[in-house]
């Protein structure tokens, strides 16, 4: 892995990092959104994405201009900044979408690394096989030895100072992309894109999404910078950025506008069905949906694809103040309640407990407590995990209580739904300074239940009372029977 990416704030898995484009000459601050740029229908020029929406980084296709003798000599001349009148960074693809959607395509990966170096890409790409979701194991393995091959070709080519993607697959093959990932993670190419999940993604598969993700990073490991291939609607930002995702690209924003489709926060809808625009972008601000319906094909067009960008844009610097501020799951636990489907996603980032436990900080700002899922996040686990560590004497009598403390015990601790029990002068110490809703729901106290079962079972010799505020005799079912248990609002 070559040495371009710093980390400089982590929350999750997600991260705020800087990645360094010698060629460029700059550091893109990431996660960072890569509008995709159409050579042949320019729905918004790519001076205007950095005047009007900030956008620092592009991406464009090498194989549209290498593939046409007019573009290409252009290319070639001019060079690609000065061709799309960016002097931004640009990342170029090798052709490798032509080669899934039509099965062939005409260039090695020499040639397209040699043409991208000389037409002045920032970010290179060789041709690699993006495999589909769900085909059979042994097409996965082969696709992906193919890969691999290419890669090992990469690193032999030339490329001066221009930095080189080190594309992961493996289709829906968690330990292929994970062994993937420590392939693309032991070369010396710098960026590592997971390939081909665009087909899960248009069929809502977010937790598939998450579980192709999380196999490529244990692969790739903390450091490796990492782009989510294909992922450009806003709605799952917060979810990849928080499963440690840090480049996107967006043609979702172009292709959405020319179908009259308009992208929020909470999924996609037709133009034709809103009354109302949800958005306070310059295009929502001076027209209502109705004056947007009456006017031509290609001006709808433009102005859906600024709306489109505004609000995608909008979502990822939500995303990234969410993260500096340590709220992270917070935003995805709210976006996750757009979409049973996103729900699926969030519960599948909870599901790798142990990635989210070894990376998560262990000290934020607050801790909201939003939903049943609130009780599995890394912060609960590792309380959790502690009490299997924490001593008490063999034969004392310990309170543990949603109450005061009592004289007629040897100690009295805290307990509190959903971390479970604690000694009390940990009670100012984050996360245990929770804010949790009074009506508390099912899967809170079953987790605080389960805290006090794995304090009793780390202290076999030391006797319990649990003095609880009405627990459910669900969550209660946790606790072992020689915990005595006493109901204090009874
Ligand atoms: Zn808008």
């Known amino acids: 892995m070559g040495d371009h990416f710093e980390i400089r704030d982590q929350d999750a898995l997600g991260r705020i990092g800087e990645l360094t484009v010698p060629r460029a000459g700059v550091t893109v601050e990431t996660p960072?959104?890569?509008?995709?740029?159409?050579?042949?229908?320019?729905?918004?020029?790519?001076?205007?994405?950095q005047s009007a929406f900030g956008a620092e980084i592009l991406i464009t296709n090498s194989y549209v201009f290498y593939g046409s003798d007019d573009y290409r000599e252009e290319a070639l001349e001019r060079g690609l900044h000065d061709v799309l009148e960016f002097d931004g960074v640009i990342v170029t693809d090798s052709g490798s979408f032509q080669l899934a959607e039509y099965g062939e395509i005409d260039v090695t990966t020499p040639e397209i690394l040699e043409f991208q170096r000389d037409i002045g890409s920032d970010v290179g790409t060789p041709v690699d096989v993006p495999t589909p979701p769900d085909v059979d194991r042994e097409r996965a393995e082969d696709e992906l030895a193919t890969t691999q091959d290419r890669l090992a070709v990469a690193e032999g080519v030339d490329t001066g100072e221009m930095l080189v993607n080190a594309p992961v697959q493996g289709s829906t093959y968690p330990d292929l992309r994970e062994s993937a990932g420590r392939h693309a993670d032991a070369t010396d190419l710098d960026v590592f894109p997971v390939g081909a999940v665009v087909p899960l993604m248009n069929d809502y598969r977010y937790g598939d999404v998450v579980d192709v993700v999380a196999g490529a990073k244990r692969g790739l490991g903390r450091d490796a910078p990492v782009h989510l291939f294909g992922a450009g609607h806003p709605m799952m930002f917060a979810l990849a950025v928080a499963m440690g995702c840090d480049l996107f690209d967006s043609a979702?924003?172009?292709?959405?506008?020319?179908?009259?489709?308009?992208?929020?926060?909470?999924?996609?809808?037709?133009?034709?069905?809103?009354?109302?625009?949800?958005?306070?972008?310059p295009v929502c601000a001076d027209h209502t949906p109705a004056e947007l319906r009456e006017l031509g094909d290609r001006?709808?067009?433009?102005?859906?694809?600024e709306h489109n960008l505004h609000v995608?844009?909008?979502?990822?610097?939500t995303v990234k103040q969410a993260l500096r501020a340590g709220n992270l799951l917070?935003?995805?636990?709210?976006?996750?309640?757009?979409?049973?489907?996103?729900?699926?996603?969030?519960?599948?980032?909870?599901?790798?407990?142990?990635?989210?436990?070894?990376?998560?900080?262990?000290?934020?700002?607050?801790?909201?407590?939003?939903s049943g899922e609130s009780a599995r996040r890394p912060e609960v686990v590792r309380h959790h995990d502690r009490l299997d560590r924490l001593a008490l004497s063999p034969g004392d009598e310990v309170l543990l209580t949603e109450g005061g403390p009592s004289d007629r015990y040897d100690e009295s601790w805290n307990v509190r739904a959903p971390f479970g029990p604690f000694p009390?002068?940990?009670?100012?110490?984050?996360?245990?300074t929770a804010e949790v809703p009074d009506r508390m729901d099912a899967e809170g106290y079953r987790a605080a239940a389960e805290g006090v079962a794995r304090l009793a079972a780390a202290n076999p010799e030391t006797e319990f009372t649990l003095a609880h505020r009405g627990w459910p005799e669900a969550a209660l079912a946790a606790v072992p029977e020689r915990v005595d248990v006493v109901d204090l609002s009874g």
């Not at 929020?264 to 133009?271: D, I, N, P, Y």
């Open 252 to 281: 979702a924003y172009a292709l959405y506008a020319r179908d009259d489709r308009y992208l929020t926060v909470r999924g996609t809808e037709q133009l034709d069905d809103l009354d109302y625009f949800p958005c306070s972008c």
């Open 32 to 49: 960072a959104l890569m509008p995709v740029i159409n050579p042949h229908v320019r729905t918004i020029e790519p001076s205007r994405m």
């Open 312 to 317: 995608t844009f909008r979502e990822m610097r």
């Open 330 to 370: 917070e935003l995805v636990e709210t976006r996750a309640r757009a979409h049973p489907a996103m729900l699926d996603g969030y519960r599948a980032l909870l599901d790798h407990a142990d990635l989210l436990e070894r990376e998560d900080s262990a000290s934020k700002g607050a801790f909201f407590y939003l």
């Open 299 to 305: 001006e709808r067009e433009e102005l859906l694809a």
């Open 424 to 432: 009390r002068d940990l009670s100012e110490t984050y996360p245990l």
